[in-house]
């Protein structure tokens, strides 16, 4: 694979997570993008194209991710993912906190 392999740091600002929706529109940007993009927590890393891999790592609101593109437009990839992660709410700021965990 051909150029750079770049990671950032993200943290999760979306108060419901990153639960279908917003793993939906990430994977569609990821996507768009020629490089592979994965997405890691805790030393687990999925495949940034999937919304059901991204919905496996279990992101609540304040989780750490680490995003990481390789290929000719990682930059970019990287760039893009990111401020989607930090700007992504669906008017769900409006819907108050999360619920917590049944159980």
Do not use: W, Y
């Not at 694979?1 to 943290?11: F, H, I, P, Y």
């Not at 999760?12 to 569609?28: E, K, V, Y």
């Not at 490089?35 to 496996?56: A, D, H, M, R, W």
């Amino acid at each position: 694979m051909n150029g750079d392999t770049l990671q950032q740091k993200v943290v999760i600002t979306n108060p419901q997570g990153l639960h279908m929706r917003p793993a939906t529109a990430f994977a569609q940007l990821a996507g768009s993008f020629q490089s592979s993009v994965q997405v890691g927590k805790g030393g687990k890393n999925v495949n940034g194209k999937s919304p059901l891999e991204l919905i496996f790592l279990n992101a609540p609101c304040g989780t750490e991710l680490i995003i990481e593109a390789s290929g000719p437009d990682a930059k970019e990839a990287v760039k893009a993912l990111a401020e989607l992660l930090h700007t992504i709410r669906f008017d769900e700021e409006e819907l108050g906190p999360p619920l917590p965990p049944k159980g």
